[in-house]
């Protein structure tokens, strides 16, 4: 089934922090794009949080057909920006799958792929040569497979954009792939963006109109008991998973090498 048709003019913005909605009936049910792209077999794709949907019947599997479509929450006029190609079902947990708690989007002909959203541009993905393998890779594991530190000696941060503007902090924890940090988010940024910050570059504040670039790092998670309770499904997690489920598929798994666009 083809992605039919946009209802709007051609050329619509497609970028990180951007709400989504799966029904214009309802919305206060939203969620947040991570990052926006391509995948290795040049589809235009979005990624945001798999425990935005739950329903079994298309959980964990590639979803060709166009029954879920997304709208971009400010402008539902303009018809779907996409569809959702697959997401993983939480299986149980509270607050979305331990490790693959991801969604895939492939948005139509009809938009147009943007780095920059209201607070950070994204440059490119993430990669950490000497980091922690994620538990979804392959072996061997890739470098944009691989995590940021959280031992009391590293000083890595995440640099996050929603509903509350724009925040930062230092991650604390990264077992299995998810980052635990001090930067702050609330309901409805769920799948929303995360870049690293990298040292020495500008920390968001007024001086900068409150923007920050960075290599995209992962996508908000879930709020948990804990210090901090804010937690990010790491990029290297959704992307291990991506070329993992490739392999056993080639040619049918939807975002798969997903890249960041470098489309301003």
């Given at each position: 089934?083809?992605?039919g ?7 619509k913005?497609?970028?990180?922090a951007?709400?989504i ?8 049910a ?12 040049g589809?235009?794709?979005?990624i945001?949080?798999?425990h935005c ?6 959980s964990?599997?590639e979803?060709?057909?166009n029954s879920?479509p ?14 959702v190609?697959y997401y993983?079902?939480p299986?149980g947990?509270?607050v ?7 969604m ?16 950070l ?6 990669k ?5 393998i994620?538990?979804?890779a392959?072996?061997?594991?890739l470098d ?11 000083n ?8 509350l ?9 990264a077992?299995n792939g998810?980052?635990q ?9 769920s ?6 910050h990298?040292p ?7 001086a900068?109109?409150?923007q920050?670039a ?14 901090p ?5 790491s ?11 490739d ?18």
């Amino acid at each position: 089934m083809g992605l039919g048709t946009a209802q709007a003019e051609p050329g619509k913005r497609v970028y990180n922090a951007m709400q989504i909605l799966f029904s214009p009936s309802t919305p206060d049910a939203f969620c947040t794009i991570g990052a926006v792209g391509t995948d290795r077999y040049g589809r235009k794709t979005a990624i945001s949080a798999g425990h935005c949907i739950r329903d079994a019947r298309y959980s964990d599997r590639e979803i060709h057909e166009n029954s879920i479509p997304v709208y971009d929450r400010q402008d539902t006029g303009f018809g779907p920006i996409g569809y959702v190609r697959y997401y993983k079902d939480p299986e149980g947990a509270m607050v979305g799958h331990p490790t693959k708690d991801y969604m895939i989007i492939e948005l139509v002909p009809q938009v147009t792929l943007s780095s920059q959203g209201p607070h950070l541009k994204q440059t490119g993905e993430l990669k950490v040569p000497d980091g922690h393998i994620s538990p979804n890779a392959l072996n061997p594991a890739l470098d944009n497979e691989r995590l940021l530190g959280a031992d009391w000696f590293n000083n890595n941060e995440l640099v996050v954009s929603g509903q509350l503007g724009v925040w930062y902090g230092r991650i604390t924890n990264a077992t299995n792939g998810i980052y635990q940090s001090h930067a702050s988010h609330k309901m409805g940024d769920s799948g929303g963006p995360a870049v690293w910050h990298a040292p020495g570059s500008a920390y968001p504040s007024d001086a900068n109109g409150f923007q920050a670039a960075g290599p995209w790092a992962g996508i908000t998670k879930a709020i948990v008991l804990g210090l901090p309770p804010y937690t990010y499904t790491s990029s290297a997690n959704i992307l291990a998973d991506l070329r993992t489920r490739d392999a056993a598929d080639p040619g049918d798994v939807y975002g798969a090498g997903f890249e960041v666009t470098a489309n301003p």
